[in-house]
């Protein structure tokens, strides 16, 4: 009758076909084999009961929000945040102990038998992979950094109801986000970062000017150049995703009054400082930020020059022509 693959492993080191340390990567790997299956199931069994409750609750809330006093609107509010921070900081504050230590345990191994090798590998199947430890503390991470991006929602959401100001909102959310992105600095907590200091800045910028769309417009791009300097600095780890993020600011911030002439001059600028440092960094987000500024800027720019007499359908082929353009000739760029 066949025995376990680890007493198979345990048999093949005996008689010296493996060696130990061969036999371990081999049930190592054996073992990790089924342990992602079950890590990644959990992990959108988890995402799948998070998004029921939620839309559980969002239905609810829809039935009877216009009911509730603004307390009670606060009070839901903020208990979804501390239940999410909560969850968050709990996920994230979990860390896999002995990963560190293991590898030194392993480098310098005491004197052995001759047979040693067989009984070393015997012994320590109960032990954990390191690389189902560091699997298991990613999904952690995940799990964790999605709690704390939806927190920062939450918490503008309620900052929203208590005082009806967009720019104190958004810094609630951005507080929120960057306290989470300290503990984990992963891709959903980088996205909410983004999005609630261009939602504090371009608000903080509309009120302070009384509306003013250039105003806003310059807060955004310059918004977009300082989230790109603190990426190339090191400081947001997602560096593709970052960079991308800052174009995109930028961009929305260049047409804020979309139509004017400064509005496709600033993208047109965009444009091509994105493709300049496309050229420093190689990142695909840059040359597709680029190309996207030149596809709107050329167009708003032709329809303004000529007073508005180049119509809908010829606007739509110039804009057509020039992504096509610009597209071979980043193509050609990226090759080269």
Same mark, same amino acid.
């Given at each position: 009758?066949?025995?376990?693959p ?91 102990r ?13 004197p !052995? %038998? @001759?047979? *040693?090798? =067989? $009984? +070393?590998? /015997? #012994?320590?199947p !109960? %032990? @954990?992979? *390191?690389? =189902? $430890? +560091?699997? /298991? #503390? ?12 939806? #927190? ?40 909410a ?37 603190l ?68 167009p ?37």
């Amino acid at each position: 009758m066949p025995g376990t693959p680890d007493e198979a492993l345990a048999r093949l080191v005996r008689d010296g076909v493996l060696s130990a340390e061969q036999a371990m990567a081999v049930r190592e790997a054996l073992r990790e084999s089924a342990a992602p299956a079950r890590a990644r199931w959990a992990e959108v069994a988890g995402y799948v009961g998070g998004g029921l409750v939620l839309a559980g609750a969002l239905s609810l809330v829809a039935t009877s929000w216009a009911d509730l006093s603004k307390v009670a609107h606060v009070a839901i509010l903020l208990a979804a945040t501390v239940a999410l921070l909560t969850a968050g900081i709990l996920l994230l504050g979990a860390r896999p102990r002995g990963l560190a230590s293991r590898p030194q345990e392993r480098a310098t191994p005491p004197p !052995q %038998e @001759p047979d *040693a090798p =067989s $009984r +070393e590998f /015997a #012994a320590s199947p !109960q %032990e @954990p992979g *390191a690389r =189902s $430890r +560091e699997r /298991a #503390a990613t999904v952690r991470s995940r799990s964790g950094s999605v709690s704390m991006a939806l #927190a920062s929602v939450t918490a503008a959401l309620a900052a929203a109801e208590l005082i009806d100001v967009s720019a104190i909102a958004g810094a609630v959310g951005l507080l929120v986000s960057v306290l989470g992105y300290a503990l984990a600095r992963t891709a959903p907590l980088a996205l909410a970062c983004a999005f609630f200091a261009a939602l504090t800045v371009g608000s903080l910028a509309d009120d302070l000017t009384g509306g003013s769309a250039l105003a806003a417009a310059l807060s955004l791009v310059v918004l977009g150049v300082v989230w790109t300097a603190l990426v190339l600095a090191g400081v947001i780890a997602q560096r593709a995703l970052g960079l991308g993020l800052g174009a995109v600011i930028a961009l929305v911030g260049g047409q804020q009054d979309a139509g004017t002439v400064w509005a496709s001059t600033m993208t047109a600028a965009i444009a091509v400082a994105c493709l300049l440092l496309y050229r420093r960094e190689r990142a695909w987000v840059l040359l597709v930020a680029g190309v996207v500024g030149f596809t709107i800027a050329v167009p708003e720019a032709i329809w303004h020059w000529t007073g508005g007499a180049v119509g809908g359908s010829v606007i739509v082929m110039i804009a057509g022509a020039v992504l096509v353009t610009a597209s071979v000739l980043g193509i050609r760029w990226h090759r080269t």
